[in-house]
């Protein structure tokens, strides 16, 4: 049972914009930032998305993030075959003092 | 580039202890702490503490208090997991994740980047 709650699947056709969403509580999203994670098979995480809203280098501004309250959302615009994949949130939660996910939504490109 | 290298898959049985080394390079190694997460088969992540290669200080999650144990060598540049009394459930991917934060009038800003590139520890009879 993951601390965060995402949707367990999302889907598109090439083209199109996919959002996925992130529900939290005030001691993770509602009090801190949160950051998307790529997961593509028998990889490690990537670093999507960071401080709810920024693009670490290398990654394409299609992809977008944004947070309003206790819930975060990933959003991602001219679908693409390559982003299929595993896609998490994450935040610090001060309650727990550590990080928390969502369990994940698989996203798939029809 | 930054860069973080994990050791090789592990195979163990119940009871067992499993330690699992992350090499860093590419910055400097006392400036960032290192923190570990977990994923099991077909599961989502799940962090299990950190360190901070400074000083050498932990915290662990919870749910792994009394069984994980997280250590470095300042002058390798590597942190090490250690988990006891492993069981079937600790069966996973393990990952090493350096962290990047800092504070602002706004509040905390934090992530984990780059990662390791991940250990698969298999617990079985």
């Known amino acids: 049972q993951s601390v965060l709650t995402q949707p367990p699947s999302a889907s598109g056709t090439p083209g199109q914009r996919v959002t996925i969403s992130c529900s939290g509580s005030?001691?993770?999203?509602?009090?801190?930032?949160v950051n998307w994670y790529q997961q593509l098979p028998g990889t490690a995480p990537k670093l999507l998305i960071y401080?709810?809203?920024q693009w670490p280098s290398g990654v394409p501004d299609r992809v977008s993030g944004s947070k309003s309250g206790t819930s975060a959302s990933l959003a991602i615009s001219g679908l693409q075959s390559e982003d299929e994949a595993d896609y998490y949130c994450a935040a610090w939660d001060d309650s727990l003092n550590g990080w928390v996910f969502g369990g994940g939504t698989k996203l798939t490109v029809l | 580039q930054v860069q973080l290298v994990q050791s090789g898959a592990e195979v163990k049985k119940p009871g067992a202890s499993v330690k699992v080394s992350c090499k860093a390079s590419g910055y400097t190694f006392t400036s960032y702490h290192m923190h570990w997460v977990r994923q099991a088969p077909g599961q989502g992540l799940q962090w299990m503490g950190r360190?901070?290669?400074?000083?050498?200080?932990?915290v662990y999650a919870q749910k792994f208090q009394g069984r994980v144990t997280m250590t470095r060598d300042t002058s390798t540049s590597t942190v090490y997991m250690e988990l006891s009394s492993l069981r079937s459930e600790d069966t996973a991917v393990y990952y090493c994740a350096r962290l990047s934060d800092y504070y602002d009038s706004s509040g905390y800003y934090g992530w984990l980047d780059p990662w390791g590139q991940g250990t698969l520890v298999t617990v079985s009879s």
């Open positions: 005030r001691s993770n999203i509602g009090s801190n930032t």
């Open positions: 360190i901070n290669p400074s000083g050498g200080s932990t």
């Open positions: 401080s709810n809203n």
